[in-house]
């Protein structure tokens, strides 16, 4: 990338730098922000440059309209604050720095109900060192000496010693993610002629995150754009003034990019239990890995910078790239090299769908089209998976001499040669690629365990164990490797904030749902950890996704920076917070039914996938179905938006059941909870039905889910703690007592048997002791007619037997 690229790109991401140095200042309206902000840059940057950007990108600043660089800086910043159209002369003339940013999600309205708007849910504006950031109720007082704090935080990191100068693209991208994602990207108040519930609905929601990173993007676009629509123009250095600012309406500069690999869940889950876990993680990082690897090497190929990416998740991805022959010829080489490499590594299991849609700058006000039109082609080119080689996917292959007797062990394919897997005791035949996603997996269960892991890209094999796409070689680290920065041409900071560890000059921060906790190395490891030995797996997506982009946002909000400010948020929950919850140590309150110390010890799990606005988690079945409410009440929290639901289904089975049934069975279970959204069904799978009932039976509201949990601690309370399962306390109740409940409850649901004679015969049982209020409350909830009541006793009796269960069946 040439040095001119470059100093527009960072001009752009800085250009609003002066917004929170004049916040915090003692004599805020001495300057303007512009003013500000170009006198800091000056003093800090080193790229003079770059530095102009912060007093040139408002009409009325000098030499905006005079030179190339000034006018792409001045209409990248309009077209990335198109929300903010029409509303320059509506601004409220008086200084209001004590805005806070509200949440993205505060303008998501009832998907089921247009129109009903949500209530209003703010940021703080300084994040929490520890735990999640939750969105909340009242707005909160921002003080001048909050941005005093958040300015010296980040002046000590932009002038870390240990980060070399000048700051690469992407260490200043990930400075501002660190400390600029809940600074609103405006302070003024807009009120000009509006009500009180209009000023309410204007109240900023972007941050001054993602508005610079928007605006670098489509700096980045233009820069590219106008030098190869315009070179002799350029080469003579004349003024693109018309050019930029009146963009005929038959000329699409921008081109919005989609990737989507398919197959995904056919290649995570198809493999058996044996050496499951560790082929779990390795197949689904792998993936993570191959979206990156793609996503790199299109940015690389188009010279663009992580900037341009809008959303990668899920195995997907969306970048903002510049309209031009040279970008449409290096997205065709990509997609045609990328596919090659999959067909032969993969048998076509896997490949990449790669789209684009170009469009007019007026489309930033309202990217709706863009967002629907790239999903339908998206969509056609999956329903024409590997049409352009029907030939070689019908070709009939022979089985390789090595699996004439006998097939891969992990995926039953037949075609390759197989390798020893040392797995313990028992050796595994399995073939090329499972061997190396096991190591893959392998290594991120031993990185798992550190804070600050790494991964590195080398251009050759590394010593030890490395995962190769292409001509690229991935090696995981669990921290910093001093004999690998002069090779790495990639360095990623996985989950990692901290600058000092930013040295490397190709550093950048890579979110990622990487928890498993230390004793978990087999997946038979998290079978007896409480209770009967079960394993489960839960599934969890956000409702309505579909919905909430092409219809919950009203019309007039669809800019595109807001639809990818809230795809950020959102894949933010899923890839970084997600950690954080589902260990359990640092969140208030983690679900703790049987008072395991959760908080201390964390939970017996692992996440195999989280991303986009979905997870797949697998572990022991009491902290996965624990850690299900954990992530739904956290959710709540994050989004402050009751309109934002999530559903999941939990399965639950013995270690040896075949992970693809695993996934398939939480897959039902999920479905089923979608059908109601808002709602989990509880302890789905096929090999537990001694102890569940059909989905309908399992699927609850999450407020009823919640009541569920409540009847499991009352019951618990009859029960005598051991070390790993619970017991009936014989001085209280009969032994067989929860087995009699349970029947009651099936010949209530299930036969329309009329039981209050029996249950009261069954409270009867119960010896009165010291706790009347536990037994009075037993009371309540069994001598009842109401068939949800009976529902709810039911699961819980159910979970209750689990917990008493000690080991086995």
């Known amino acids: 990338m040439n040095n001119g690229f470059l100093s527009i790109v960072k001009g752009a991401l800085l250009h609003d730098i002066g917004k929170v140095i004049q916040r915090a200042a003692d004599n805020p309206t001495d300057k303007t922000h512009r003013e500000w902000g170009y006198e800091w840059l000056m003093e800090n940057l080193g790229d003079n440059i770059a530095a102009r950007a912060a007093n040139t990108h408002h009409k009325e600043d000098d030499g905006v309209f005079d030179t190339n660089n000034g006018l792409i800086w001045y209409q990248s910043d309009n077209l990335a604050s198109s929300e903010r159209k029409g509303e320059e002369g509506a601004e409220e003339g008086k200084w209001h720095s004590e805005v806070a940013l509200t949440s993205p999600f505060s303008k998501i309205r009832n998907p089921n109900k247009p129109g009903q708007n949500p209530p209003h849910a703010f940021l703080s504006l300084l994040k929490k060192e520890k735990g999640i950031d939750e969105a909340c109720k009242k707005e909160p007082v921002v003080t001048r000496n909050d941005y005093k704090k958040l300015l010296n935080n980040f002046k000590q990191d932009f002038n870390n010693p240990e980060v070399q100068r000048p700051h690469s693209i992407d260490f200043l991208l990930m400075l501002f993610e660190k400390h600029f994602s809940c600074v609103p990207s405006i302070t003024m108040k807009i009120y000009g002629g509006l009500n009180k519930d209009e000023v309410k609905e204007k109240h900023p929601d972007i941050s001054l995150y993602d508005h610079s990173k928007i605006t670098a993007a489509i700096a980045g676009c233009m820069y590219h754009y106008y030098k190869e629509t315009y070179p002799e123009k350029c080469y003579k250095n004349e003024l693109l003034k018309n050019e930029i600012l009146n963009v005929q309406d038959n000329l699409e500069p921008y081109l919005l990019i989609g990737g989507d690999i398919s197959s995904v869940q056919k290649f995570i889950y198809t493999i058996t ?13 792998f993936l993570e890995l191959l979206a990156e690897h793609i996503i790199s090497e299109l940015l690389d190929k188009l010279n663009l910078t992580r900037c341009n990416i809008i959303f990668s998740g899920g195995g997907h991805f ?19 090299r990328i596919d090659s490499y999959l067909f032969r590594e993969f048998q076509g299991i896997l490949q990449l769908h790669l789209e684009s849609l170009c469009f007019h700058p007026g489309e930033f006000v309202n990217a709706s089209r863009l967002w629907r039109g790239l999903s339908e082609k998206l969509e056609l080119s999956k329903k024409k998976k590997w049409q352009c080689r029907l030939a070689e996917v019908l070709e009939v292959e022979m089985p390789h001499a090595d699996c004439l007797k006998q097939s891969c062990e992990i995926c ?24 190396n996603q096991h190591l893959l997996g392998e290594m991120l269960i031993e990185i798992s365990k550190s804070d600050y892991p790494v991964l590195y890209k080398l251009p050759f094999a590394p010593q030890d164990k490395f995962i190769r796409i292409e001509n690229a070689y991935y090696q995981l680290k669990k921290g910093w490797d001093k004999s690998m920065h002069l090779d790495a041409v990639a360095v990623y900071r996985i989950n990692d904030l901290t600058v000092k560890h930013y040295s490397h000059p190709k550093s950048m921060y890579l979110p990622l749902g990487i928890y498993q906790h230390d004793n978990l190395k087999e997946l038979g490891d998290a079978s007896n950890v409480f209770g009967i030995n079960r394993i489960a797996v839960l599934r969890m997506d956000v409702d309505n996704l579909g919905r909430i982009f092409s219809q919950a946002v009203h019309e007039d909000y669809r800019t595109f920076s807001r639809m990818a400010s809230i795809s950020r948020y959102l894949n933010n929950f899923f890839k970084y917070c997600l950690n954080t919850i589902i260990e359990g140590k640092e969140i208030d309150e983690p679900s703790d039914i049987v008072q395991r110390k959760v908080k201390e010890n964390g939970r017996m799990l692992s996440i195999v996938y989280s991303g986009g606005d979905d997870l797949f988690v697998i572990g022991h079945w009491l902290d996965v179905t624990e850690t299900a409410f954990d992530i739904n009440t956290y959710f709540e929290k994050y989004t402050g938006n009751p309109f934002m639901t999530i559903s999941g289904g939990i399965a639950v089975n013995e270690e040896k059941y075949p992970v693809y049934q695993y996934a398939r069975d939480a897959e039902e279970g999920e479905k089923e909870a979608k059908k109601e959204k808002d709602s989990v069904t509880l302890l789905a799978g096929k090999s537990a039905e001694k102890f569940t009932e059909k989905f309908t039976e399992k699927c609850f509201k999450w407020a009823d889910a919640e009541e569920v949990i409540e009847r499991v601690k009352l019951f618990t309370r009859f029960l005598r703690r051991h070390d790993t399962f619970l017991a009936v306390d014989e001085d209280r109740i009969p032994k067989t007592f929860f087995y009699r409940l349970l029947a009651l409850s099936r010949q209530f649901t299930e036969e329309g048997v009329l039981v209050l004679l029996k249950a009261a015969y069954l409270i009867s049982r119960i010896k009165m002791r010291d706790n009347s209020e536990d037994i009075l409350k037993m009371k309540e909830v069994i001598m009842v007619h109401n068939a949800d009541e009976w529902k709810i006793t039911k699961a819980a009796v159910l979970w209750t037997l689990m917990l008493m269960r000690r080991g086995g069946d």
């Open 318 to 336: 969306y970048i903002l790239s510049h309209n031009t022959p040279s970008a449409e010829e290096a997205i065709q080489a990509i997609k045609d």
């Open 412 to 435: 039953f394919r037949e075609d390759l040669a197989l390798k020893e897997l040392g797995k313990g005791d028992e050796n595994l035949f399995v073939c090329e690629p499972c061997f």
């Open 273 to 285: 239990s044996k050496g499951a876990l560790k082929s779990l993680k390795g197949r689904s990082f």
